[in-house]
């Protein structure tokens, strides 16, 4: 897949803990990786090793309680409320492995959601949603609603939408993992020729690890710590 040498994602020294009472929970430490601009880098580990906490921080979600991560040379540790949901909608694009689509909406409307939000007029918004239902193979049902859709075309939206504000970062967050096996099969084609056609950058969080192992890298989070591991060993 096509790479330059140029890091949009650095993560130095990464801690979470979380608090609840007079308790609390370590769910990592010491996290430190790059990114560079064009990777497809997947990301392992057994369910609660802080694969999605770890995606959340990384998309400006949320908070690490110690370290730093930059994303497109800004310190998210840095940004306010309102700045981070403003980079989120400008720099980030995110699926989730539930699509979260807006029910009442069409297809069409729930992936101009975003553009809508930053303030764009929706004639422009619809027009640009549409060539992303396009760029998915929906174009056809671009005025059904969610619930009209079937499991894999909701997560084709989801990922139109995510993709529509042209985000310098995908992340996904088992973005296969509610789908049987075909359907899982042409979802991550489809978001490997997008990452690879947009030039992006790409996160996956996945327990699938025929998928990881098809990813530029693979790193396992494992009791705490990330380790770079080759596809071989997946």
Same mark, same amino acid.
């Given at each position: 897949?096509? *790479?330059?040498?140029? =890091?949009?994602?650095?993560?130095?020294?990464?801690?979470?803990?979380?608090?609840?009472?007079?308790?609390?929970?370590?769910?990592?430490?010491?996290?430190?990786?790059?990114?560079?601009?064009?990777?497809?880098?997947?990301?392992?580990?057994?369910?609660?090793?802080?694969?999605?906490?770890?995606?959340?921080?990384? !998309?400006?979600?949320?908070?690490?309680?110690?370290?730093?991560?930059?994303?497109?040379?800004?310190?998210?540790?840095?940004?306010?409320?309102?700045?981070?949901? &403003?980079?989120?909608?400008?720099?980030? !694009?995110?699926?989730? *492995?539930?699509?979260?689509?807006?029910?009442?909406?069409?297809?069409? &409307?729930?992936?101009?959601?975003?553009? %809508?939000?930053?303030?764009?007029?929706?004639?422009?918004?619809?027009?640009?949603?549409?060539?992303?239902?396009? &760029?998915?193979?929906?174009?056809?049902?671009?005025?059904?609603?969610?619930?009209?859709?079937?499991?894999? =075309?909701?997560? #084709?939206?989801? %990922?139109?939408?995510?993709?529509?504000?042209?985000?310098?970062?995908?992340?996904?967050?088992?973005?296969?993992?509610?789908?049987?096996?075909?359907?899982? =099969?042409?979802?991550? &084609?489809?978001?490997?020729?997008?990452?690879?056609?947009? #030039?992006?950058?790409?996160?996956?969080?996945?327990?699938?690890? =025929?998928?990881?192992? #098809?990813?530029?890298?693979?790193?396992?989070?494992?009791?705490?710590?990330?380790?770079?591991?080759?596809?071989?060993?997946?």
């Amino acid at each position: 897949m096509h *790479q330059i040498d140029t =890091e949009i994602l650095k993560v130095d020294r990464l801690k979470k803990v979380y608090r609840s009472g007079k308790g609390s929970l370590l769910l990592f430490e010491n996290l430190s990786f790059s990114v560079r601009q064009g990777e497809i880098l997947a990301i392992v580990g057994e369910s609660g090793s802080g694969k999605s906490s770890l995606l959340h921080m990384l !998309g400006a979600l949320d908070r690490a309680s110690e370290g730093d991560v930059y994303c497109a040379q800004v310190r998210l540790n840095s940004l306010d409320s309102d700045s981070a949901a &403003e980079f989120r909608n400008r720099e980030i !694009g995110y699926v989730w *492995q539930f699509h979260y689509l807006l029910p009442e909406f069409t297809a069409v &409307e729930n992936v101009a959601m975003p553009l %809508l939000a930053r303030g764009e007029p929706a004639g422009e918004a619809l027009e640009r949603a549409s060539q992303w239902l396009r &760029e998915v193979g929906l174009e056809s049902r671009a005025h059904h609603r969610a619930g009209e859709l079937s499991g894999g =075309e909701q997560q #084709r939206v989801a %990922l139109a939408r995510a993709l529509v504000t042209g985000p310098k970062l995908l992340l996904a967050d088992e973005p296969t993992g509610d789908l049987d096996n075909r359907t899982a =099969e042409m979802v991550f &084609e489809l978001i490997a020729k997008l990452h690879a056609e947009h #030039r992006l950058t790409s996160l996956i969080v996945t327990h699938n690890l =025929e998928f990881a192992r #098809r990813c530029d890298r693979v790193l396992r989070l494992h009791q705490g710590r990330l380790e770079e591991v080759t596809a071989g060993s997946v």
